[in-house]
């Protein structure tokens, strides 16, 4: 798999993405593996050096995965943050925070897409938004808030879901 390290103005552009969920800088080097998976890597090495490691053992990723920078089913270029990355830069998040209820939490963690209530709906324009717990606490994945503008959809690795308990 090719790695590409993203010069100045790639990453001003995935930043950029991000902007409107607060996102202003990224101090670490950013790493494009594959065709849209996006990684951050803060290592001593320098860029000739990664790209030398890769040449000799075709390594996967560096870094942590902090992103997605991809073309839509529509063709829209859209850019969003994985789960590290909203932690990773989780002080810089200020914009578009949608907070679940505890029901809808439940619902969130089992992989499901989330029915807004009367209170959420407009609250948040379409696209992507940062998802907070109930407690508001602590960010718990990545949502997009449908063109119905009543519908939340999830993007929770099935990996972090739970399973429903019978019984």
Do not use: C
Not at 54 to 68: A, D, M, N, S
Not at 70 to 85: F, K, P, Q, T, Y
Not at 149 to 163: D, I, M, N, Q, V
């Amino acid at each position: 798999m090719k790695i590409q390290i993203m010069d100045r103005a790639k990453k001003k552009k995935f930043i950029a993405g991000l902007s409107d969920l607060g996102m202003k800088k990224i101090p670490e080097l950013l790493i494009k593996s594959g065709k849209e998976r996006v990684r951050a890597y803060s290592g001593d090495l320098s860029t000739e050096q990664i790209m030398e490691i890769w040449r000799l053992l075709p390594i996967e990723g560096v870094g942590l995965y902090v992103g997605k920078d991809m073309i839509n089913r529509n063709g829209v270029h859209e850019i969003r943050l994985s789960l590290d990355g909203m932690h990773t830069w989780r002080e810089q998040l200020s914009e578009r925070i949608f907070i679940l209820s505890e029901e809808q939490e439940k619902n969130w963690f089992l992989g499901k897409n989330i029915e807004l209530d009367d209170e959420q709906v407009g609250k948040i324009s379409t696209g992507f938004v940062s998802i907070k717990s109930a407690d508001e606490k602590d960010f718990v994945g990545v949502g997009k808030i449908g063109n119905d503008k009543k519908t939340l959809f999830g993007f929770l690795p099935k990996e972090r879901r739970r399973k429903e308990r019978m019984g």
